[in-house]
């Protein structure tokens, strides 16, 4: 049994509720890892390519984000040019919005990439813990990135990046 199931079977699960911008699929649910540190798990086998979550939200360039208090800033994604998906409201977050980073995810876009719209990039097991990369995909001309979040990656992959910035 993986460290995430024997957490996971120890943690109290918290439901998710449906947002109006977002969608999740009913074979996830969000569970605790540690007292502060929640993730997304499976909660059914699921097959490559299922669609898991799409989070939706508002669009903001950075000097918004920028003022946003800091446990929020988490919950916003670098798109590009500039610009961050961050969710509507701060008490109703999607689930997308809760997925940890792995140098090797398990959920996507179909390049392995962006997730606001995250597909199985594998098949996935039952009790597995859903990741995606939350390095942003940089186009060369795009100089108005600003990190919000730099993190020790610990996600033991080979690939492991070590430090994060997204
Ligand atoms: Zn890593």
């Known amino acids: 049994m993986g460290a995430a199931d024997r957490a996971a079977r120890v943690a109290r699960e918290t439901v998710v509720p449906y947002v109006s911008d977002s969608y999740h699929s009913p074979k996830l649910e969000l ?3 540690h007292r502060r540190e929640a993730g997304v798990f499976a909660t059914r086998a ?4 299922e669609v898991l979550t799409i989070s939706g939200g508002v669009v903001l360039p950075y000097r918004k984000v920028r003022t946003l208090p800091r446990w ?6 670098y798109i590009e040019h500039g610009y961050y998906l961050a969710p509507s409201s701060r ?4 689930l997308g919005f809760y997925m940890n980073h792995s140098c090797a995810p398990n959920a996507g876009d179909l390049r392995g990439e962006l997730a606001l719209t995250a597909v199985a990039l594998r098949p996935i097991r039952k009790g597995e813990e859903i990741t995606c990369d939350y390095r942003p995909v940089l186009d060369p001309d795009d100089r108005r990135y600003r990190s919000l979040l730099t ?15 997204a």
Request: glycine share 10%; with cysteine.
């Open 91 to 94: 008490r109703r977050i999607g």
């Open 46 to 49: 699921i097959s490559r390519g």
């Open 31 to 33: 569970r605790w890892i």
């Open 72 to 77: 929020f800033r988490r919950f916003c994604f």
């Open 151 to 165: 993190f020790r990656c610990r996600c033991a992959s080979r690939r492991c990046a070590g430090l994060i910035r």
